[in-house]
């Protein structure tokens, strides 16, 4: 049991609301539903996107590489 979760659900819900605000096509809602899934921060609850993969923007370089060096990025 996750004590947090009612308090991260809210949390999710509110921020989720906030980017659904913005959507303007297929890639935004996919993108707030991907937010919401980040704010809400469990393993167990969130939202899956089953969607037309052609409905998408294809993918793009965001100019940049993320790596480890030591101990983080």
Known sequence: R???FLAHLEAAHRH??????QV???AGYVAAV???NTRIGDGH????VRIDK???P???WPGFVAVW???GL
């Open 2 to 4: 996750n004590p947090a």
């Open 16 to 21: 989720g609301l906030q980017l659904a605000s």
């Open 24 to 26: 303007k096509d297929m």
């Open 34 to 36: 991907d937010g919401f």
């Open 45 to 48: 609850a969130g939202l899956a």
């Open 54 to 56: 052609a409905l998408l």
């Open 58 to 60: 294809k993918p793009r």
């Open 69 to 71: 060096r030591g101990d």
